[in-house]
């Protein structure tokens, strides 16, 4: 009896101590996720931002996807084919359900499409399917797309697109949906807790197969140091946004990795070109005379980034190493800040606990030396976007920005970004709109790079923008977890697992 209650005792505290550890959870049935800010939207035909985006991925399926290597690959749709130069042919699966048991169909695929075409639904990500005139069901497995013109970029933008239930939307209306999303995807929403965490739920009737975890939380946390320390603790077994100054405490750390990854995501910095000081284009052309790129990415990155001179990066189509940024030169930004009066001048820089602060404030330090009085304005990632994404007035002087279009095309960068009349852009330039048009319209690869070169020089003289760095992602996660990122930055659950 003595030895068995040591016995027992000793389990006991094993098991006291895999709690304490958050081992055991591990070895449960829960896969919690540190996020540096919450969703702003669950529907994924509105906000297209990074925590949305790594949520809502989860609880839906897309048209199309891509595969580990980068390439467009089937998803919902199983082929297609191109009738002519503007009308494309989809086959869809015939054995998906969403989350309540419907069968999804073509009908929902091509209301899919045609809700967020349309402007009543105010999307953000509507610059980027705009050129789709239509999407009409020929059968129950099949469907038609219609654009505008030839669009090139076309299945690298349908790569985002999620398919939406069309009797529920209809049914619960677009602001309900948003808070009760349904979608096919691997796992269903349970709970959302806004500002807290989002719960999911395994959904054993996924077509691929049974998902990994039975439950996913969410957690938001902006705080970088507590994000570092739920790893180090067990109360988090992936994190995202890990500062490039913690990486190496995460990479040698017991229980602990850093994953790692090269992406077609951007660092830029918004230039307000209709409001306050930087309307002005001396102003703007001073600051990017001001910023030090390669300095940021050496001190602030770790080397986990690279210096670029526009707003693209190399895995984008239409990026090109031809167009020269501006050379890192302090008294040439203080004199064009002295010539255009501006000395002094308060620019507004908006940010969110999404964007690392001491980049936010280096770049403040780097544009006080040289005469501007920079005020730093931070929000929640909502509010931001809301500001940023709103009238030009009421959208600060400047902002930094992390955009990926997951379409590796520069029709999804800087067409949304720059051409006028679409929400980001606070900039005109109809030669620059003539351009971008013009390459949205044509399949001729080789006349599209020469008309994106020409709108990178315009973007260089105008400065709306600048291009700083290419975002290299970095994951903490425990040890215990399998998973390789990707370029496009899916955080999609389904591809994760405990290793054995």
């Known amino acids: 009896m003595r030895r068995m209650t040591r016995g027992l005792t000793s389990a006991a505290v094993a098991v006291m101590a895999l709690v304490a550890t958050g081992a055991l959870a591990q070895t449960k049935d829960t896969l919690t996720i540190d996020l540096p800010g919450e969703a702003a939207t669950l529907d994924?035909?509105?906000?297209?931002?990074?925590?949305?985006?790594?949520?809502?991925?989860?609880?839906?399926?897309?048209?199309?996807?891509?595969?580990?290597?980068?390439e467009i690959v089937p998803q919902i749709a199983t082929k297609w084919t191109y009738d002519d130069d503007t009308t494309l042919t989809f086959t869809i699966r015939d054995d998906v359900t969403f989350q309540d048991g419907s069968k999804l169909t073509a009908e929902d695929v091509a209301f899919s499409v045609?809700?967020?075409?349309?402007?009543?639904?105010?999307?953000?990500?509507?610059?980027?399917f705009d050129q789709i005139v239509s999407a009409e069901v020929v059968d129950p497995t099949t469907v038609r797309l219609k654009t505008k013109t030839a669009y090139p970029a076309l299945l690298a933008q349908l790569v985002k697109l999620s398919i939406v239930p069309k009797s529920y939307v209809e049914k619960v209306g677009d602001a309900e949906f948003n808070l009760k999303p349904l979608g096919s995807g691997p796992y269903k929403l349970t709970e959302w807790k806004k500002g807290v965490e989002t719960d999911l739920a395994a959904y054993d009737n996924y077509w691929r197969g049974k998902p990994p975890f039975p439950r996913v939380v969410f957690r938001a946390v902006p705080d970088v140091s507590t994000r570092i320390a739920d790893l180090q603790t067990g109360k988090a077994d992936l994190a995202r946004e890990v500062p490039p100054d913690q990486a190496a405490t995460l990479k040698d750390g017991t229980d602990t990795q850093l994953l790692s990854a090269p992406t077609e995501r951007v660092g830029y910095l918004y230039l307000n070109a209709q409001a306050g000081p930087t309307k002005d284009v001396r102003v703007r052309q001073a600051i990017a005379y001001a910023i030090d790129r390669q300095g940021l990415v050496d001190a602030l990155l770790e080397g986990y980034g690279k210096p670029v001179n526009i707003v693209g990066a190399e895995p984008i189509f239409g990026y090109t190493a031809?167009?020269?940024?501006?050379?890192?030169?302090?008294?040439?930004?203080?004199?064009?800040?002295?010539?255009?009066?501006?000395?002094g001048a308060t620019v507004e820089f908006l940010t969110s606990p999404s964007y690392s602060r001491a980049l936010v404030e280096a770049i403040q330090q780097m544009l006080t030396e040289?005469?501007?009085?920079?005020?730093?304005?931070?929000?929640?990632?909502?509010?931001?976007?809301?500001?940023?994404?709103?009238?030009?007035?009421?959208?600060?002087?400047?902002?930094?920005?992390?955009?990926?279009?997951?379409?590796?095309?520069?029709?999804?960068?800087?067409?949304?970004?720059?051409?006028?009349?679409g929400i980001w852009a606070k900039y005109e330039n109809t030669s620059y709109n003539a351009l971008v048009d013009e390459a949205r319209s044509i399949l001729d690869k080789d006349k599209r790079l020469a008309l994106y070169k020409q709108a990178?020089?315009?973007?260089?003289?105008?400065?709306?923008?600048?291009?700083?760095?290419?975002?290299?992602?970095?994951?903490?996660?425990?040890?215990?977890?399998?998973?390789?990122?990707?370029?496009?930055?899916a955080m999609f659950v389904m591809d994760m697992s405990w290793k054995p």
């Not at 897309?62 to 290597?69: E, F, G, V």
């Not at 045609?114 to 980027?128: F, H, T, V």
């Not at 600048?466 to 496009?488: D, H, M, R």
């Open 456 to 489: 990178y020089e315009i973007l260089r003289e105008d400065v709306p923008g600048i291009g700083l760095y290419q975002v290299y992602a970095l994951y903490g996660a425990s040890k215990k977890l399998e998973w390789q990122p990707t370029a496009n930055e």
């Open 44 to 70: 994924p035909h509105l906000q297209w931002n990074t925590e949305s985006y790594t949520i809502y991925r989860n609880i839906f399926d897309n048209l199309l996807t891509r595969d580990a290597s980068g």
């Open 370 to 421: 040289v005469g501007l009085n920079v005020q730093i304005s931070s929000s929640d990632q909502a509010t931001f976007l809301k500001r940023r994404q709103g009238e030009a007035g009421n959208a600060g002087s400047m902002a930094l920005g992390q955009w990926s279009c997951a379409c590796q095309d520069a029709d999804g960068i800087i067409f949304p970004l720059f051409r006028s009349g």
């Open 114 to 128: 045609n809700r967020i075409i349309d402007p009543a639904l105010k999307s953000p990500q509507l610059s980027q």
């Open 322 to 343: 031809e167009v020269e940024g501006y050379p890192y030169d302090p008294d040439k930004a203080a004199a064009l800040i002295k010539e255009a009066g501006a000395e």
